[in-house]
């Protein structure tokens, strides 16, 4: 089984997120709601880590989040209403290194890295 680990970045952006869905649902006046999407996107992550570590290279490679200056071929996917951005190298195995909502814009990432 592959090791998988969350760079700084992307332990700071899980936080954001959980933060994100509760507010959304606190303006909303369903606090209630916002416990189970909480949940149901922590039981989501929980299931793709799962089918990372058994095939790392699950999800292709995209060149257009991808860092010419630090050499990360990025891959990523979706989980609820947000983006979950890896690599994957046989030395360092998978790292998640950002979680970003799906409707931003993903151009800064490549200047991040």
Known sequence: MTNLRYSDSAAVDLLAAI?????YFIEKDS?????????KFQTELKRKEELLRQNPQLFPTRREYSSKYSGRA????????FTVFYTYEENEGIVF?????????????????
């Not at 933060?19 to 507010?23: D, E, P, R, V």
């Not at 990025?74 to 209403?81: L, Q």
């Open 31 to 39: 606090p209630e709601l916002g416990d189970l999407h909480i949940e």
């Open 74 to 81: 990025f891959r990523s996917f979706t989980v609820h209403w």
């Open 19 to 23: 933060k994100t869905i509760w507010n």
């Open 97 to 113: 290194w950002y979680i970003r909502s799906s409707v931003s814009d993903f151009s800064t990432l490549i200047l991040l890295s």
